[in-house]
Structures are given as C-alpha cells and as structure tokens.
C-alpha cells in the first residue's frame, strides 16, 4: 500500500462512479466499459467493481497510442 505525504494510505482503486468521472464519462458508460471488460475493473463482491488506478492509466495510455 502506498502512503501520501501525511501518513495516510492511499487508495489504490476507485470505485466505477470515480473512474467514470475521472473519465469525462457518464456512469452508465463507465460500468458498461467495465462489465464488458474495455475498462480493466475488479470484481469485489456481487454489488462492488473497483478499477485500479494503474490499469486506468494504462487504459488511457494504449488508448492514446492507438489514436496517434
């Protein structure tokens, strides 16, 4: 786990909502890329996805190889 400069650990997900908004993109949008697996998500339980923040970063960064 990593720890930010106060002492507290730090998130390494965030939940869809987070990574949706973070995206530019609605909720819904955000758990369809995640249940059909575009977007690299952890399933948790039944009711909790959760998406890494180094396989958003990598999502975005192979999506902006792609484009060039």
């Known amino acids: 786990m990593a720890e ?18 973070a995206l530019g993109i609605s909720r819904a949008t955000a758990y369809m890329l995640a249940n059909t697996g575009r977007l690299p998500a952890i399933r948790v339980s039944d009711r909790r ?4 923040k180094k396989a958003l970063e990598d999502y975005l960064a192979s ?6």
């Open 4 to 21: 930010n400069n106060e002492g507290k650990v730090e998130r390494l997900t965030l939940t869809v909502e987070e990574a949706g908004e």
């Open 63 to 68: 999506a902006t190889n792609r484009r060039s």
């Open 49 to 52: 996805i959760v998406i890494p």
